[in-house]
């Protein structure tokens, strides 16, 4: 857990190639912090991505061969500095829609019984649609994430993927 007042961050604009780079930073994120106690957070807005955690380990992040290749094709990054004050804040979440709610389901009881008339699914959204591969297995997913308004915290925790731990946020600005 980082308090918020020690928190820094580096900002990226990922430009035209958004979603191939959007891709390869949640790897490398998600790498990092598997061998790092979850130390970073990302957050996303546009073509841009803001990376946060402690100094040290933004820093180390910053200087592996792979974050330099990654940031040698990005249009624009700053280096690591502190996080402004902010009054506002967000939590960057994993979305998953509720079990009877996902797509895939309804479609799956729609043909096993076609004299049934459903209601309209409501429409559920996500923010933003990340393809991955994982680490362990190699298989291909959708890394789908919400970014919702939050009560700020003292302090911030992350899970592997660099989303935000349950009850914590980052700072908006």
Known sequence: ???VAELHYFEV?????????RSALFSGVHGFNTRNNDALGIDFSGTGMRVFGPQPALQAFFEQPRTQRLLAVCLRFTAPAFVPAATKAVSVLRHRPAGRQQPARLRRFAARNPDVVLAPAKTIRCDLAVP???????????????RRPAAPSAAVRFNSY???APGSSLPAF
């Open 13 to 21: 604009d990922l430009g035209d190639s958004a979603e191939e780079l």
């Open 1 to 3: 857990m980082t308090p």
């Open 132 to 146: 991955l591969s994982s680490q362990s297995t190699g298989q291909e997913f959708l890394l789908k994430l919400a």
């Open 162 to 164: 660099g989303l935000c």
